[in-house]
């Protein structure tokens, strides 16, 4: 049984980088704009780009690291990177999925196609912050968004009255 992660990049690598060195998982799976890797995000306090922060996190924690460039503002591109990642699952694996990293375009793939597995396969939905000054939090939201998922589809055949 494999532990796998899959998260998004944006501009900004703590997000995903707590996740991996938090929760060890054995893959690691990035879905990032050529920008975000490339990207130093200086502002939080790094001096390597984002690719060669996650890099190193993966490292740590003895993880493969998959990196699948997209457009990070077209759901189609993000989709398709995401499809690469789904078609290699496995039934027994544990997923990851954190859509705290990268656009709100890639939020909303990833958010929707978390909450489409998580009825055929456990899931683990994830939303991490660290901030500056170190403060860490790693939120699991899956049975939370489970049960919302489910209360509004039961308000949408309403609608259609």
């Keep these: 049984m494999r532990k796998i992660a899959i998260l998004t990049l944006g501009l900004h690598p703590r997000a995903l980088e ?28 790094y001096k390597i780009s984002n690719h060669e922060v996650l890099k190193n996190a993966a490292k740590r924690v003895k993880a493969k690291l998959h990196i699948y460039k997209c457009d990070p503002f077209d759901p ?23 859509y705290s990293g990268g656009t709100q375009a890639m939020s909303l793939v990833l958010g929707s196609v978390a909450i489409v597995l998580s009825r055929i396969m456990p899931v683990q939905i994830l939303y991490s912050t660290k901030t500056v ?10 049975e939370v968004l489970k049960e919302l998922f489910h209360k509004l589809y039961e308000i949408v055949p309403g609608i259609m009255r």
């Design 18 to 45: 707590l996740v991996i060195l938090r929760k060890k998982p054995d893959v690691c799976h990035v879905i990032a704009g050529e920008d975000g890797l490339r990207y130093v995000a200086v502002e939080h306090g």
């Design 133 to 142: 000054r170190g403060e860490e939090k790693i939120y699991d939201h899956s």
């Design 76 to 98: 189609e591109s993000i989709g398709d990177a995401l499809g690469q990642i789904l078609e290699n699952l496995k039934p027994d694996d544990r997923v990851m999925i954190n």
